[in-house]
């Protein structure tokens, strides 16, 4: 039986708890591990981290041509990890109260996903919550996760990265949400890590796995470690009908390629990724839609001040919207689509460092981001320029980011397959050092 909700007074009470968690194990980004207690054991490693971005965002020809100014809080997120048994077991979890706090999405013109359309959808109230048990024979490491968070595909999450807009690709370049079994071998700067999971998508923040699709979809990626601070992947994955829960839809095969470096200190950091990903009728073996993204985006520090800027293409494609032009019918009454719009972006994103004394840091950011939308074939039914009144839209962005606790340096990895290294500087304390929580 699916679980369909989870009360939004027990999500309150979670994050008040962690808001007010004593942070004596943490330092400057960098949670330690306590003395040894009366008995010999070792008081375990743990972290907590709770989050939030009030933001203005004015999107200019946007839907229907109209200039739109929104605000909200958006990324209202609580983390909370720990490590037991010497380190051999780790517990990690994530709540996010976005389906209380952007209850329409978050105005983001190209945006799509799990109905979406031109807004980013609010994700679901247990965004992650996994327990990792990991090993090592000889020179061989190994992990196993268990639980719900982002399968082994792709790139990090974009809440970890110097912007707070997601880019649109974000649906092409993760597979996030799932219910997931994912196990990882590393064996010096090679590591393997693979996902079997359940491919349908949430339909609501309170959306929970369904137990009777587990185990219909799987990913597999490997990733190379040269030097430190540089890594490689590739990623390869079939996800079984996502946009439609009944499993009666076009199931995606998806392809992911990468490479991130970040710099010793985290001032410095560049991401490469392409991602291509196919909707097949696997039925009759036939290949029906294809979308493709390429993404580079880096930072660094000028001073005290984070500079980002982010470059983007990718293929979206084009719904029947409904009554609410920002929504798609979710499941689609049928497996035809309106066309496929290419986009391109410049995003231009500056962060500042923290004006708030005290244990809440609060990092001022401004982003602006400009926007062309074309139709890859000139017979589409829908057609971008007339949709968006003509000209090229663009969006001004204005917040804080706003957190309690050590920055969350990687998303989207679990286990062996977590690459230790310090968080990107722009996102986690402009103008200081820090280190990652699993930098150990």
Request: charged residues 20%.
């Amino acid at each position: 039986m699916r679980m369909r909700f989870l009360a939004p007074a027990t999500l309150a009470a979670a994050f008040v708890a962690l808001a007010f968690t004593p942070a004596r194990a943490q330092h400057e980004g960098h949670a330690t591990m306590g003395a040894d207690s009366s008995d010999g054991a070792q008081v375990p490693r743990w972290h907590v981290m709770v989050q939030g971005i009030p933001v203005v965002t004015h999107a200019a020809s946007t839907v229907e041509g109209a200039d739109l100014t929104e605000g909200y809080l958006s990324q209202a997120a609580a983390m909370a990890g720990t490590e037991l048994l010497s380190g051999h077991l780790r517990l990690e979890a994530m709540l996010n109260a976005e389906g209380l706090t952007m209850t329409r999405g978050e105005l983001s013109t190209g945006a799509f996903g799990e109905g979406y359309v031109d807004r980013r959808h609010p994700h679901t109230y247990l965004h992650e919550v996994l327990a990792t048990g990991m090993g090592a024979v000889g020179p061989l490491s190994y992990s196993l996760s268990v639980g719900r968070g982002f399968a082994a595909f792709g790139t990090d999450d974009p809440m970890v990265r110097p912007f707070e807009k997601y880019p649109i690709n974000h649906h092409l370049a993760q597979i996030l949400e799932r219910g997931l079994i994912t196990g990882a071998v590393r064996l010096g700067p090679a590591i393997l890590d693979a996902s079997l999971f359940g491919g349908e998508e949430p339909t609501s923040p309170s959306s929970l796995p369904m137990r009777g699709r587990f185990g219909d979809s799987w990913s597999v990626r490997g990733t190379l470690v040269p030097l430190r601070g540089l890594e490689v992947q590739a990623s390869y994955a079939r996800v079984a009908s996502p946009e439609h829960a009944s499993g009666v839809g076009l199931d995606q095969w998806k392809r992911s390629v990468s490479g991130r470096f970040i710099s010793p200190g985290g001032a410095h950091y560049v991401l490469s990724e392409w991602a291509r990903t196919i909707e097949r009728d696997d039925v009759r073996a036939v290949d029906v839609f294809g979308y493709e993204s390429a993404l580079a985006e880096g930072a660094t520090m000028v001073g005290p001040v984070g500079l980002a800027v982010r470059l983007e293409q990718t293929s979206r494609p084009e719904e029947e919207r409904g009554v609410d032009p920002f929504r798609t019918p979710r499941p689609a009454s049928d497996l035809a689509i309106l066309g496929i719009t290419r986009w391109r972006t410049a995003t231009l994103a500056l962060t500042f460092p923290s004006a708030i004394p005290g244990p809440i840091a609060g990092y001022p950011f401004v982003e602006v981001a400009g926007l062309a939308a074309t139709s890859r074939d000139v017979r589409s039914l829908f057609q971008p320029r007339s949709f968006y009144g003509g000209t090229s839209p663009w969006m001004l962005t204005v917040g804080a980011r706003l957190r309690y606790g050590p920055a969350h340096a990687r998303m989207g990895r679990y286990g062996v397959a977590l690459v230790p290294g310090p968080a990107i500087r722009s996102v986690a304390s402009p103008g200081r050092f820090s280190k990652t929580v699993h930098d150990h």
